[in-house]
């Protein structure tokens, strides 16, 4: 029963995360905010970051209450699931720690599987337009276009997606576990 409880509780807390990472993101790659996927977003997170961004404001198009808020998420949902799991809290540093490093490896994900969808809709449906996919095209222009002028299109074919992936998966499993490795060493 208790795998199961943690099993909510850390999905939960994962969602919510998500949903101010997508916040950050969406702010950072200027996707559209009429877009109906982006309002969703922002009147979900707006209750937290409005009162935050008073005292944290942002950078250009960096949202820094937006990280800051997911990397709290994620430091109270280590701390609840240690709690419930051990029945004791982790040493402060190595919290604060573990929650960040998850917090980037979760916008690497986010980046990972936005690259995946529109690869996948760029198959199915070229041209065609759904929120969805726009708000996609738009979250994962900012890093693919660096990758497109690496590689470009060849034939009509482009396959700097998979260069884009490369670098995630590098730096999402064998970069940041050897940080926090490093860190705690």
């Known amino acids: 029963m208790n795998n199961a409880i943690m099993f ?5 807390f994962d969602v919510v995360c998500f949903l101010f990472l997508a916040r950050l993101i969406l702010q950072a790659s200027r996707a559209d905010f009429y877009n109906p996927i982006s309002q969703g977003v922002v009147k979900a997170t707006d209750p937290v970051l409005k009162p935050l961004r008073l005292v944290i404001p942002g950078w250009k198009n960096f949202d820094a209450s937006a990280l800051l808020s997911a990397w709290l998420v994620k430091i109270l949902a ?3 699931l240690s709690a419930l799991g051990s029945g004791f809290l982790p040493p402060v540093p190595q ?3 573990v929650a960040l490093f998850e917090v980037l490896r979760l916008l ?8 995946i969808i529109v690869v996948v809709l760029s198959f199915i449906a070229p041209g065609g337009y759904h929120p969805v996919a726009a708000l996609m095209y738009q979250v994962t222009e900012p890093v693919m276009a660096p990758a497109r002028r690496i590689i470009p299109p060849l034939g009509g074919l482009d396959f700097s997606p998979i ?7 590098l ?9 926090l490795g490093a860190i705690f060493a």
């Open 8 to 12: 909510i509780v850390g999905t939960l």
């Open 163 to 169: 260069l884009v992936i490369m670098v995630i998966v």
């Open 171 to 179: 730096l999402r499993d064998h970069v940041l576990p050897a940080m």
């Open 95 to 97: 919290l604060l720690a």
């Open 78 to 80: 280590l701390a609840i």
């Open 108 to 115: 690497l994900s986010v980046y990972f599987f936005a690259i």
